[in-house]
Nanobody, 124 residues
């Protein structure tokens, strides 16, 4: 059983930065791949970035490549999403998700555990 809590969202001007955190409970969190997803009003939930259980492999969606970075600290049961050069199109609720896997899922249906989400609003 893994429980996830996101934090770090807020209101920021375009061009600014935010760092989201996903803190997990559960002794097996280090065996889980973690993904960040986002959902804007009226849109489907979409993959943003993911990291394998070990942290050795990461991937980000092309829409945020070069601006967002994902990392994890298994000793602290935490995964981070560093978001730079934010744009108004990045406005959404951001969710972290975890799945016990040696691979790196990139679709929401492959993740079993979800946080409650944190709002990110970018003003232009």
């Amino acid at each position: 059983q893994v429980q996830l809590v996101e934090s770090g969202g807020g209101l920021v001007q375009a061009g600014g930065s935010l760092r989201l955190s996903c803190i997990a409970s559960g002794r097996t969190f280090s065996l889980h791949a973690v993904g960040w997803f986002r959902q804007a009003p009226g849109k489907e939930r979409e993959f943003v970035a993911g990291v394998t259980w070990s942290g050795d492999t990461t991937t980000v969606d092309t829409s945020v490549k070069g601006r967002f970075t994902i990392s994890r600290d298994n000793a602290a049961n935490t995964v981070f999403l560093q978001m730079n050069s934010l744009e108004s199109e990045d406005t959404a609720v951001y969710f972290c998700a975890a799945e016990r896997s040696y691979s790196l899922p990139v679709t929401s249906d492959l993740y079993h555990y979800w946080g409650q989400g944190t709002q990110v609003t970018v003003s232009s």
